[in-house]
């Protein structure tokens, strides 16, 4: 888990300058957030405040700052509210779920202001459109392929998993990105020289395709394979313990898991609409995370019926109201096979 100090994130005692802009992103979990900020922070340094923020969170209060809102998306009420006490303010988001409030606050703000800039495309992470927007003269580096390849959930990028594996054991900091971002190399196709003369790009294979790769990022395939199996391990644990509930009609397996809840809820979805987790955070609040397959149900639109829900066709997550009834549980239960 990756606290607010952690990442490095803190509003600074001169936050009431109004010429400092302020970043919110979707964090302090989310990798692709996570990201999102730290483009920011490649263009604007310590210069700006960075801020991670909740699906359920209250708004912020704002001076009048610029103020970027990274991979994420408020209420429209709250859009609105944080529109009028800006200077300036750009969003960046990806999620299906928030296309209809991002239109709404396109059309309701054009009619008084020009400072409200949003971009929105469900075919690109958060942190690639934060890229386009802060870097545009510059391709997006290795870095981002892998965390756009496990956010869309497609692992396109040669050794994705593996070096997403890997990501999870460093500390999720500016910092430490920028040293990663700097040394992790997109492999080639063949087997050209590296960077420097001295070292040579190693040999591998991913996904049917022969990679050459430098040895840093081959460092980290190898780091990531040992992460994975041991992942993978504990993926199948969790799993043995899931219990069968019903969400929106849908009989569905479930365990309770503060980690890895994108790769349980993957596995639980085998074989059944989709798969769910859940855990308690430290506001007492029940969180959901669902995961769909091909073929199954869109829980997104399941996602968006809930508090602070929201996501895409295959993977959403929602906050559960203790005190109410969005979920009933059956008195069987079951466990995935394997």
Request: aromatic residues 10%.
């Amino acid at each position: 888990m990756f606290g607010v100090r952690n990442s490095g994130v803190t509003l600074s005692e001169s936050s009431n300058e109004t010429d400092r802009p302020l970043v919110l992103y979707h964090g302090p979990s989310c990798q692709d957030g996570h990201a999102s900020a730290w483009v920011a922070r490649t263009v604007l340094g310590d210069g700006a405040d960075y801020l991670p923020v909740n699906y359920g969170d209250p708004a912020p209060d704002l001076t009048f700052r610029p103020l970027f809102i990274l991979d994420f998306c408020f209420p429209l009420a709250d859009m609105l509210g944080m529109a009028r006490e800006c200077t300036s303010m750009v969003v960046l988001d990806h999620h299906v779920t928030q296309k209809d409030t991002l239109a709404a606050l396109v059309r309701e703000t054009c009619l008084w202001t020009d400072k409200v800039k949003v971009r929105y495309h469900a075919e690109k992470c958060g942190s690639r459109l934060a890229w386009e927007h802060f870097r545009p003269e510059a391709d997006p580096p290795f870095l981002l392929d892998v965390v756009q390849s496990r956010d869309l959930w497609t692992w396109s990028a040669p050794y994705a998993r593996e070096i997403d594996a890997w990501l999870a054991s460093r500390p999720r900091t500016f910092d430490e990105w920028d040293r990663i971002s700097a040394m992790l190399e997109r492999p080639y196709l063949s087997s050209k020289r590296a960077r420097f003369d001295h070292e040579w790009l190693e040999p591998g294979r991913d996904q049917g395709v022969d990679w050459y790769a430098c040895p840093y990022t081959m460092f980290a395939v190898q780091s990531g394979r040992v992460a994975l199996a041991y992942r993978d391990a504990l993926v199948a644990q969790i799993a043995r313990h899931a219990r069968e509930v019903e969400i929106d009609g849908y009989k569905v397996l479930a365990a309770n898991t503060p980690v890895l809840q994108s790769e349980v809820a993957g596995a639980l979805a085998a074989d059944r609409p989709f798969g769910a987790v859940w855990y308690l955070d430290g506001q007492g609040r029940k969180l959901w995370s669902l995961r769909s397959r091909e073929g199954g149900v869109d829980v997104s639109e399941i996602a968006k019926r809930r508090p602070g829900g929201g996501g895409h066709f295959a993977a959403a997550g929602y906050t559960e109201d203790l005190a109410g009834r969005s979920i009933s549980t059956s008195g069987s239960h079951s466990r995935p096979n394997g």
